[in-house]
Structure formats: structure tokens, C-alpha cells
């Protein structure tokens, strides 16, 4: 049974182009067919039209833009002359890219480890609180001659780390037992035991386009397809997801609602919860990942995402979380809070990949949740202080770069003014950057190019030499970009 296709109809698609009908400082008109396939082309670039999305007909995409069929015509057929978009006899224009951006954009990096003097920026996760942690491992030592009786494999997790999890949960809004609470090796462990417990060959899941790399590549490995929905400049567009799951009915939903990664939105309560209950009208999953959610600067921390639903909707919502973002990624805890149902079942599951995560780590994760010090508060004072530097640093080095300030999480993610991410994360290398592109990100290969995630996480006179280095690695000569390849054909 063939995938129900991605559509956009011709209103939406007029909101989403904005005014593209301007000259762009040329100073002269522009023929409208060239500036309106030249705008849609870059919806694609920049993520915004998913691959294999069904274009409007040309007539009521006319009608919405007000002007005429022949423009329209004109321009998909510059569209299908470029590669970013193909027809299919009596079925319409669908999105694609040309042949060749996809490899060009795919991920990876390679370092030959000869210069030791690097900034990581592909790295979002804090550097170690380290007396807390010195702490944390000194409790964990001496309290681990009484976990030492069980054998050290713990399927579930420990029950004291178990029931601090809960707790957790429970003083922030969502009253939780310990028996909803399975204990991972980080959030990544939670991920893939949902995706090989839940996901078969060939299921969908719908994703955030752009969103977490490394859930892509779990489910791409578990043989889901990942089917994106694009996010605006300013966020979720109303009523997307929940479209989506209507038409698609995936097998699974995952979604970051809180300063997702790497954009940094923050999904509101409303929003929440009208994705949730077209999760369950759906009969899709729908995975939570709060990972991020501690990492509030400018707001307070959000409620838990299953604190903002109908316990009616909550039945197939499942949330993971982890220490990797608040604490440190080296503590490698995590976990999944969901019905017990599905708890017992992934912990069954757990056998074949992990067995159990480390009794040591796990003793020392609950000293630092039942630890009187706030880690947090400090951690918070250097990640705004950090994100300053990075956004002053950026802004007088690339002004033709464009940001939101995010209102919590670790990165800034930066529309360029052309599309070049993946060259210029590869010359970065050659100045001691290692940096990852926006394709990284995208559900569909070969889309953000003009985008960049950094990361602030490192300290400020760190981040403004990262900066420094960028400019003089943008500076070196580099493959032809893709905005020179579609000035050429549209222009």
C-alpha cells in the first residue's frame, strides 16, 4: 500500500512565500515567474516545502497569488527545468531536488587529528559542573556496596533513581509512579528502544523538519521513513502536525516541543495538546523528547508535555528525558516516561541492545537530583552570558546573518545570506572548526544549506575566536554554491 503524498494547498503556499514579488535591492523588476520559482526554490533549500510535496494546481495557486496562469505555468516550468521540481503525467508538479545536492549535502566530517588546537562546536551539550560531579561519583562509590547484590543488570533502573525520576516529574505537574519510568543510557537509548519496539519496515514517523539528527538516523536505521513538516522562521505552523497526521497516519509522532533542536522554538500549551489529540485521532504514538526542556533562559522551565493534555490523549504519549543537556552528556542517563504497559514491553525489549545502563552512573545521577545544590542556576548565568558573546560575535562578523534570540536551549540557529553550509563547514575544518551544516538536520538530504547550527556552550573568548576562524574559512575558495546555481537558471 502506497504512502498517502504530502500536499500544500495553494493559500498555504501563498502564506508561506511571503512577499516574493521583491526586487531583492536590485533596484529593477524582476520577471514575476523568475522571482516566484526562485522563491519556492529556496522554501526547499531552506526545508520549508518537504520533498515529494505535492505542488497546488496552476490555476488556483494563480488565484491565490493573484496573478495569472501563465506565470505560474512559466514558473514550474522553471522549477522543472532547475531540478526542484518533477511532474507526473495527470497527477500534477511535486517538490524535488536537482541530481547531485543530496550527496553534496550529506553528513559526516573528518579530522585528521593533527591539530589539537579545535573548537568543537558540534558538541550542544554543557561542559561539567565539576565539584558536583566530583560529589556525585564520591556518594556513588560509597553507596554502591548495596547495589552490588544485584548482579548489575537492572532492565528497568535502579528503583531509588526510578522513583527520583518520578518524583521529578511529579513536583513539576505530571503526578508519576516509578513504574512508569524506565532508565536508558541517555535519551538516545530511549529513542531507539521506542523505534525498534514500535516501528516496523517501511512505517512512517512523522518528524520536524529541521529537527535532532541522531533520531533520524534511528529511525532511517529501525527502516521507518521519517516524513518531515516543516517549521517556519517563527515556528510550528498551525494546524501542520496535525494535518500531517491525518493524512499520513504514521506509526509514530517524535517532535522536541521544548527550545527544539536546533531552533530553539518553544511549542505553547494549546499547541501541545491539539498535537496530541490528532496523535490519538490518528491512532499514531507520539514521542516527546524533553531533553532541552531544563534549559530555560528566558522563561520559565515548561510544564512536562503530558501535564498540558487530556488523560485521554496522554494513553499513546510517551516522553524521554536525559542528564545530557542540564547536567552533563558524560553521565550517560536518560530516560522514557510512559503508560506501564509499554514500559514493561521496552524494557523486554532492551535485552537485545543494551541490557541495563551502569549501576554506577545511575547511583550518582540520583545525587544529583536529590542534591540540595541548584546546578541549574549556574549552569543558566554562563549559558546566557555565552549565547551574548555568540550573538554579538556573530553579528558583527556576518550582519547579513539572521537569528531569533531562542528563549532557552544551547544553539543559535543562522540563516546565511547564501547557501553554502556544508562547504563551509568543510573549509572550517582547515581553521580548527568542527561545525554541522543545516542539511545535517533535515529530513529530506540536500535541504538548509543556508543554515548553520552553533552551539554556546563553550566559553565566550571560545566562541569569539570559533567566529573569527568561520570568517576567515568563508573566506577561502570553495565549491560553487547553490544559490549561484540557481541564479543561472531562474534569473
Known amino acids: 500500500m502506497s504512502a498517502p503524498t504530502p500536499t500544500i494547498g495553494p493559500n498555504q503556499l501563498a502564506q508561506r512565500l511571503g512577499p516574493w514579488r521583491s526586487t531583492e535591492g536590485t533596484g529593477r523588476a524582476r520577471p514575476l515567474q523568475a522571482a516566484l520559482a526562485e522563491r519556492i526554490t529556496g522554501l526547499v533549500l531552506d526545508g520549508r516545502l518537504a520533498l515529494g510535496t505535492r505542488l497546488p494546481a496552476e490555476r488556483s495557486l494563480s488565484e491565490a497569488l493573484e496573478v495569472s496562469r501563465t506565470t505560474v505555468t512559466a514558473a514550474y516550468s522553471l522549477l522543472r527545468e532547475s531540478g526542484f521540481a518533477v511532474s507526473r503525467q495527470g497527477s500534477g508538479s511535486y517538490v524535488s531536488l536537482p541530481d547531485g545536492a543530496a550527496a553534496r549535502t550529506s553528513g559526516g566530517w573528518q579530522t585528521t587529528g593533527q591539530d589539537r588546537d579545535v573548537i568543537d562546536l558540534m558538541c550542544a551539550a554543557p561542559i561539567a559542573p565539576l565539584p558536583l560531579l566530583q560529589s556525585a561519583l564520591r556518594t556513588a562509590a560509597e553507596q554502591l556496596p548495596a547495589h552490588s547484590g544485584v548482579g548489575g543488570y537492572v532492565p528497568y533502573g535502579l528503583e531509588v533513581l526510578r522513583e527520583a525520576i518520578a518524583d521529578h516529574y511529579t513536583a513539576r505537574g505530571l503526578p508519576t509512579s516509578p513504574d512508569q519510568i524506565l532508565v536508558t543510557n541517555g535519551a538516545q537509548g530511549a529513542i531507539t528502544l521506542v523505534a525498534r519496539l514500535l516501528c516496523r519496515a517501511g512505517d512512517r514517523v512523522l518528524v520536524e523538519s529541521p529537527t535532532y539528527p541522531n533520531a533520524l538516523d534511528t529511525f532511517r536505521n529501525a527502516q521507518a521513513r521519517p516524513m518531515p513538516v516543516p517549521l517556519e522562521e517563527s515556528g510550528w505552523v498551525p494546524g501542520s502536525y496535525e494535518n500531517a497526521l491525518a493524512q499520513l497516519r504514521p506509526r509514530l509522532a517524535y517532535l522536541i516541543p521544548h527550545f527544539q533542536n536546533p531552533t530553539g522554538h518553544l511549542m505553547d500549551a494549546d499547541a501541545q495538546a491539539s498535537i496530541a489529540r490528532a496523535a490519538r485521532l490518528a491512532g499514531s504514538w507520539l514521542l516527546a523528547d524533553e531533553t532541552i526542556t531544563e534549559v530555560a533562559l528566558d522563561v520559565p522551565v515548561p510544564p512536562p508535555y503530558a501535564a498540558t493534555i487530556r488523560p485521554v490523549d496522554a494513553e499513546a504519549v510517551l516522553v524521554c528525558g536525559s542528564m545530557a543537556k542540564s547536567f552533563w552528556g558524560g553521565l550517560r542517563i536518560g530516560w522514557l516516561r510512559g503508560p506501564v504497559r509499554i514500559v514493561h514491553e521496552l524494557a523486554a ?142 534569473a
Not at 410 to 438: I, K, N, P
Not at 455 to 465: A, G, I, K, N
Open 349 to 490: 525489549a532492551r535485552a537485545a541492545m543494551d541490557l541495563a545502563s551502569p549501576i554506577l552512573d545511575q547511583v550518582a545521577a540520583v545525587a544529583v537530583l536529590r542534591g540540595e545544590q541548584n546546578y541549574l542556576d549556574e549552569h543558566r548565568r554562563a549559558w546566557r552570558e555565552q549565547r551574548a558573546a555568540l550573538m554579538q560575535a556573530v553579528s558583527e562578523t556576518f550582519p547579513a546573518w539572521t537569528y531569533r534570540v531562542p528563549e532557552g536551549g544551547l544553539c543559535l540557529w543562522l540563516r546565511m545570506d547564501r547557501e553554502e553550509a556544508t562547504a563551509l563547514s568543510q573549509r572550517a575544518q582547515t581553521h580548527g572548526v568542527l561545525l554541522h551544516a543545516g542539511p545535517r538536520f533535515g529530513a529530506d538530504a540536500g535541504t538548509f544549506e543556508r543554515y548553520v547550527r552553533l552551539p554556546y556552550v563553550q566559553p565566550p573568548e571560545l566562541l569569539r575566536e570559533a567566529v573569527r576562524r568561520l570568517e576567515l574559512a568563508r573566506a577561502l575558495p570553495g565549491p560553487r554554491h547553490a544559490s549561484d546555481h540557481r541564479a543561472d537558471l531562474v
